[in-house]
């Protein structure tokens, strides 16, 4: 078992929980607001994002995609973005019971 799966555990979370149909959301929408705001320029993090295995690693995606669109359009926007993907993940943040 892997060190981050057993600290889950102890926080009462299954870190398998989310949907699979939620993970692709997510997914689906962070890529959407990458392309659509920030180019062809973040491949690294285009990569990151389709290869997170569940919710949590997108949720500590969101971060560096942040950045991206602040990087482009200022923090005003990306504020606003981060705050609409933020939604998605209501229940299955890390630490949430």
């Known amino acids: 078992m892997r060190l981050r799966n057993s600290f889950w555990a102890l926080?009462?979370?299954?870190?398998?929980e989310a949907p699979e149909g939620l993970v692709e959301e997510?997914?689906?929408s962070m890529l959407?607001?990458?392309?659509?705001l920030c180019g062809s320029g973040y491949l690294e993090l285009?990569?990151?994002i389709n290869n997170a295995r569940d919710?949590?690693?997108l949720w500590y995606l969101r971060s560096p995609l942040m950045i991206a669109i602040a990087a482009n359009h200022g923090e005003v926007l990306a504020r606003?973005?981060?705050t609409q993907?933020?939604?998605m993940f209501a229940g299955y943040q890390p630490g949430a019971k």
Not at 11 to 16: E, Y
């Open 46 to 48: 285009d990569d990151r």
């Open 11 to 16: 926080l009462g979370r299954n870190r398998d």
């Open 80 to 82: 606003d973005r981060m």
């Open 85 to 87: 993907i933020t939604r």
């Open 55 to 57: 919710l949590n690693e």
């Open 26 to 28: 997510v997914r689906h």
């Open 32 to 36: 959407a607001v990458l392309d659509l």
